[in-house]
């Protein structure tokens, strides 16, 4: 890293500030921090052995750089899939932020976090962009990701970019086809309770063990009745089924697509019952277990109850009926997985895992066959059909080549979702889709009840049902077959909620721009017309998206993750308030303001030691904030720091360093580009020789050695319980009747010495600018008036 000061004087108005913490400083400092942690690797996560285990590193790059150790307590924190329809606007990265400021503080904790991000690609929804733009899906998708990827860096995510996946990609749809041909291979004995091989179902029959279908003896059927009557016990299998056919979209629907009006979920376009073959996976054989593990997690009550109610468990005079149905696994579309199967004369042949993976082929005609949304009478046909040259294959499958052809059909897009946590602890595996080792350390059972899975999974409620659901059968089906020691995929989640946004129509009901709205006693006007206000989801159709681009522009990307966070609780829902953001840029600025100076960027800090009074509120500080930080309550969390922040502004002066370092330590989690900043600094100014000018600078040779040196694993601070006894109050102190500033004081303070420390404080000696005080009303302990005389 270059020993250049990020934060030189900017261009602008003569009369600011050269250090003053602003946009355009903060862009400086967080491209600085972003650039440094991407050349050392800070948060790459080692493994306990691999290619990505501790030996890893580059030595040369490792010197100096702090890390995660491989042996410390691991925790993995896993945000859902993103889709990459489009860019991000202000609502989406709300979990993501929350994810990585706990995983930041886990780090500073002792943990090795792993954390990692990639996309749910493959689908309708990137399909349907496709066609929309013109330009083919995967072009469209590589896009996407690439704008979202930049976006995400741009927010100082702290993810291991080496363990980043995509559904789309080869190696990884590869393993997605693999765990196909487990499922078809594989049976659900109710015995047992669980599934097991086929070819152990086979013995049963040939042995007499287990009854033949019909009462004929197994070796009296020929090969293709045989295989007739294992396919009609695997998990994954082909029946004539109703299904819900969509002719405006071109495609069979999932019961869970259509919404309780008859109508497709994605484009409202009238739904039809038809009789097609399909692909169906056994799903209703876990119905129990599906039911009964709820209790092992530690999910929301309200999410376990949807699920409880979507499977539909009731026991009615000693017979037990379920709502759920099997699991509906095929689309006639082409941006999907395609499925490792060929048919010949007598059904279908599941390919040897030799032939892996099925790859998607490349063609300009990939739209779906759409008709009239009201043509109950249209068929299906899937593009890959179209594609005669593909269909059309000769394979030796063990009785020399045979011409057979191949499913045109595509795996829906929740099939990449069901595992992608798994791909995450070893992405580069070219022989497992997961080194069991490392299944066991990352999702492994904690003993007794404990479940196994990943430490905390946090996504929007819209996925209650649909993708935790399949997802689960899915894990359970590998850990029957011995592939994974864990029975669930998630053992804790917390749904976050949404940053909404108000959204205006005009008399047509059209929308029209947000941000030319303008209020006007209490009604609201575009172009001197009246419009409607509805609050709702964000986006463009809807002409009210905000960009986290653009508020990283103007007020910087630290800013943007403290509004979020500071915002309301991690799983309520919230109207974007502009005037929010200005508030959490205010205190970074008087952080930044408490220990730099903004004339002459020199830290502001002192090896005087605190009072008694700042003491007592670091400490109580050090100890809300851990434990709001413990229970995700990280709203609260920034409210104390803002609190903390406000006193130490308000003590004048230099900032005592027994104070300045363990503040920015708890604000490293939410801003932490510009907490490695203020920690940089105050490493060099300890390194300062005793005699040196404030103004000094160390050499690149001193120097050195600190910057290589993040902030990220340096412990986080403890509070000191000799401080955490004393009850504290907060008292308003006000200038004019307006709020200047908050003190922490003892509930018994007596009236003349609250009113000498407000009158003390910084912000009201500003306030009163050098004018005489009149009066100052005194209410102990909650308020201070100050009247100044005039």
């Not at 020993?3 to 600011?16: F, I, L, N, Q, R």
């Not at 993750?561 to 205190?587: E, F, H």
């Amino acid at each position: 890293m270059t020993t250049a000061d990020p934060t030189k004087p900017h261009d602008g108005v003569a009369s600011e500030p050269a250090y003053r913490y602003d946009g355009p400083l903060a862009g400086r400092i967080e491209a600085r921090w972003q650039a440094f942690w991407t050349e050392h690797g800070t948060f790459h996560t080692p493994n306990p052995a691999g290619d990505l285990g501790p030996g890893a590193y580059d030595g040369n790059r490792q010197a100096g750089v702090d890390r995660a150790r491989a042996d410390a307590p691991k925790f993995y924190v896993l945000d859902m899939f993103a889709g990459p329809s489009g860019s991000l606007h202000v609502g989406h990265p709300l979990g993501y932020v929350a994810t990585d400021v706990y995983g930041r503080y886990l780090r500073m904790r002792g943990h090795n976090v792993l954390h990692a991000f990639g996309f749910d690609a493959f689908g309708l929804p990137a399909e349907q962009y496709a066609v929309q733009t013109g330009r083919h899906p995967r072009d469209t998708t590589e896009a996407n990701i690439a704008t979202i990827r930049r976006q995400l860096r741009r927010l100082g995510l702290a993810h291991d970019d080496r363990r980043g996946v995509s559904t789309t990609d080869v190696d990884f749809y590869r393993w997605t086809q693999w765990m196909f041909l487990q499922i078809h291979g594989a049976w659900y004995d109710d015995e047992r309770k669980q599934a097991r091989p086929i070819a152990e179902l086979e013995k049963e029959f040939a042995t007499g063990r287990r009854a033949v279908p019909g009462g004929r003896g197994w070796n009296t059927l020929s090969v293709h009745e045989r295989r007739a009557v294992l396919d009609a016990h695997r998990l994954a299998y082909l029946a004539d089924v109703p299904v819900n056919w969509c002719p405006g979209l071109g495609t069979v629907l999932a019961d869970e697509e259509v919404t309780a009006e008859g109508r497709s979920e994605r484009g409202n376009y009238p739904v039809f019952a038809r009789t097609m073959r399909q692909w169906m996976l056994r799903i209703t054989a876990y119905a129990d277990r599906l039911v009964d593990d709820l209790d092992l997690l530690d999910w929301p009550e309200p999410i376990k109850t949807q699920q409880r109610n979507w499977i539909g468990r009731t026991r009615e005079q000693g017979e037990v009926t379920y709502r759920l149905h099997d699991w509906l696994f095929s689309r006639q579309r082409y941006w999907g997985e395609p499925f490792p199967m060929v048919y010949d004369e007598h059904g279908p042949v599941a390919l040897p895992e030799s032939m892996l993976p099925v790859v998607l082929p490349q063609t300009p005609d990939y739209a779906p066959t759409t008709y009239d949304p009201d043509d109950a009478s249209s068929e299906p046909v899937a593009p890959l059909g179209r594609l005669t040259d593909w269909v059309e294959v000769t394979l030796d499958l063990g009785d020399g080549p045979r011409t057979y052809r191949r499913e045109t059909n595509t795996m829906p897009q929740w099939a990449g979702s069901c595992w992608y946590e798994l791909r995450y602890l070893d992405p580069h595996n070219a022989e497992r889709f997961c080194d069991p080792a490392l299944e066991r350390h990352w999702l492994g059972s904690r003993g007794g009840t404990d479940p196994g899975g990943v430490d905390l999974y946090v996504g929007g409620v819209e996925h209650a049902v649909l993708h935790l659901l399949y997802a689960r059968f899915w894990h359970k089906v590998l850990y029957d077959l011995g592939h994974v020691s864990s029975r669930e995929p998630f053992r804790r989640l917390v749904n976050n909620g949404y940053i909404q946004a108000y959204s205006y129509t005009d008399e047509r009901g059209v929308h029209v721009p947000a941000a030319e709205v303008v209020e006007r006693d209490g009604t609201f006007w575009w172009r001197d017309r009246p419009v409607t206000r509805s609050l709702g989801k964000m986006g463009k159709s809807l002409r009210n998206m905000v960009t986290p681009d653009e508020l990283c522009d103007r007020y910087g990307a630290d800013t943007f993750r403290v509004y979020v966070m500071a915002s309301g609780p991690l799983q309520a829902s919230r109207p974007w308030d502009p005037r929010g953001i200005v508030g959490a840029q205010r205190l970074l600025q008087r952080v930044w303001r408490s220990l730099v100076d903004e004339e002459t960027g020199a830290p502001r800090i002192t090896d005087r030691p605190a009072g008694e009074e700042t003491l007592r509120l670091l400490h109580t500080t050090i100890g809300g904030v851990r434990d709001d930080l413990d229970a995700l309550s990280f709203h609260t969390a920034v409210a104390r720091l803002t609190t903390l922040s406000r006193h130490v502004a308000g003590l004048g002066g230099e900032v005592p360093t027994e104070v300045a370092r363990p503040m920015v330590l708890m604000l490293a989690p939410f801003a932490p580009h510009l907490a490695e900043e203020l920690w940089h600094r105050l490493c060099a100014e300890k390194a300062r020789p005793e005699g040196a000018s404030r103004e000094w600078k160390a050499t690149s040779e001193e120097r050195a050695p600190r910057q290589a040196a993040s902030l990220a694993y340096v412990p986080y601070p403890e509070a000191d319980p000799a401080y955490l006894g004393a009850e504290v109050v907060t008292c308003v102190v006000q200038v004019s009747g307006k709020l200047r500033g908050r003190l922490e004081v003892p509930p018994d303070i007596t009236a003349d010495e609250l009113r000498r420390r407000a009158l003390d404080i910084e912000p009201v000696r500003r306030a009163l600018h050098g004018r005489a005080v009149d009066r100052v009303v005194v209410r102990p302990p909650r308020l201070v008036n100050i009247v100044p005389a005039g």
